[in-house]
């Protein structure tokens, strides 16, 4: 199924992020945010919505939707070890 996105959004994010056995946030809410793509680049890790996170409460990311359609932050844990998550953001400015 294919994403129809009206009109084209003013920025583009794209980043590397470290994830560890400690929740940590990778990337925050933003209102104008169009679409969340997060792509696993080493390692398991487990996302959810809130600092709370875990391996046990989390979702494993390889079955969560790519691309969002989110405003949400997203916070990830391991649960041993380290990952990498490539994330891209389009976004309009807020």
Sequence with gaps: MALKIEGSPSNLSISLVSVSTTASEVVAARPGRRLLSVQLVT??????????????????????????????????????????LAVTETYDQE
């Design 43 to 84: 390692g398991s890790v487990y996302v959810g919505d809130d600092s709370s996170v875990t391996p046990l409460t989390g979702f494993l990311l390889n079955y969560l939707p790519n691309p969002l359609e989110t405003a949400a932050a997203l916070w990830a844990v391991t649960a041993s070890g380290s990952a990498t």
